[in-house]
Nanobody, 120 residues
Framework: QVQLVESGGGLVQPGGSLRLSCAAS????????MRWYRQAPGNQREFVAH???????IYADSVKGRFTISRDTAKDTVYLQMNSLEPEDTAVYYC??????????????WGRGTQVTVSS
């Protein structure tokens, strides 16, 4: 099982920046993609950004041009740099890892999340 631990959340003013981290540990072989999702109170969890093992990236339209996903393979860590933050970005941010396991198919692991609050 993959363990994912998010960090870096906090309170920031509109227009500010934060960098979230997601550290993976445990049985990390076979991870072929990692993603960030977020969930605001009363809303469903929504996709934010994706990075594949080959390096390709995908972003939700709502964060394009403001958020950047990246990774440090030596540290088994994925980052989400968030700039020009808006109150609408307030949510719990979750990290997700997708593994392809021989004979077992796809396994998805989740972290416990980190709170991001954008407010003046």
């Amino acid at each position: 099982q993959v363990q994912l631990v998010e960090s870096g959340g906090g309170l920031v003013q509109p227009g500010g920046s934060l960098r979230l981290s997601c550290a993976a540990s445990g049985s990390i072989l076979g991870i072929n993609a990692m993603r960030w999702y977020r969930q605001a109170p009363g809303n469903q969890r929504e996709f934010v950004a994706h990075i594949a093992s080959g390096g390709s990236k995908i972003y939700a339209d709502s964060v394009k041009g403001r958020f950047t996903i990246s990774r440090d393979t030596a540290k088994d860590t994925v980052y989400l740099q968030m700039n020009s933050l808006e109150p609408e970005d307030t949510a719990v941010y979750y990290c997700n890892a997708q593994q392809l396991l021989p004979g077992a198919g796809v396994r998805i692991s989740w972290g416990r999340g980190t709170q991001v609050t954008v407010s003046s």
